[in-house]
């Protein structure tokens, strides 16, 4: 039998078929789902429950108190805040529950997203490369690459950089971030970064 090289609290609980990647760390009280797949080097807070068939990439930080459901993507190097919702029905009903994996709509967050503490994401929503969601807000529609997503509903409130700081783009609709130095543009609403 292969040795583990992950950690999970004794009081989680992994079902059987699920998927932990090497170096992932699972705190107290979590609950994994059968066929879910966790990569390398995670960190899952406390109290954090992973539905069956979800996708987490490598180096995701999701902290206390988060439930992803199934039809949930987290691509790479994706931070998830304390408390963040993600939800997987687009018209819950008690009386006609949506209960299989056909009835769920599929949310995906890209790489180096970051999720803010007590955000909402609607389902059947994408965050782009490098979005932010604000702590609190309601996003209802995708957040375009490297967005502030603000308020409720979300609203683009401005753009960040790769590293998290906010970036502000001059008359020419190029822009330079102050921390790490690294270079964009602005086309049509769209942002990416300069190679």
């Excluded at 998830?80 to 967050?109: C, D, E, I, M």
């Excluded at 308020?151 to 790769?162: E, I, L, M, N, Q």
């Amino acid at each position: 039998m292969a040795e583990k090289r992950y950690f999970v609290h004794p009081s989680s609980h992994i079902e059987s078929g699920a998927s932990i990647g090497d170096g992932t760390e699972i705190w107290h009280f979590c609950r994994v789902m059968s066929h879910a797949r966790i990569g390398r080097d995670c960190s899952v807070g406390q109290n954090v429950f992973i539905d069956r068939n979800v996708i987490i990439g490598d180096n995701v930080k999701i902290q206390n108190n988060v439930s992803v459901y199934e039809g949930v993507t987290l691509e790479d190097d994706v931070f998830v805040g304390t408390s963040a919702v993600f939800t997987n029905v687009l018209a819950p009903r008690a009386r006609f529950p949506r209960t299989h994996a056909s009835g769920f709509q599929k949310t995906l967050v890209r790489r180096g997203a970051t999720i803010g503490a007590n955000a909402t994401i609607g389902c059947g929503t994408t965050v782009g490369v490098c979005a932010f969601v604000g702590p609190g807000a309601v996003l209802t529609r995708d957040a375009p690459d490297h967005a502030l997503m603000m308020g409720v509903p979300a609203r683009v409130a401005g753009w960040t950089c790769a590293c998290g700081r906010k970036i502000v783009f001059n008359e020419r609709n190029s822009a330079r971030c102050t921390s790490c130095r690294r270079d964009y543009v602005r086309r049509g609403g769209q942002v990416r970064e300069k190679q």
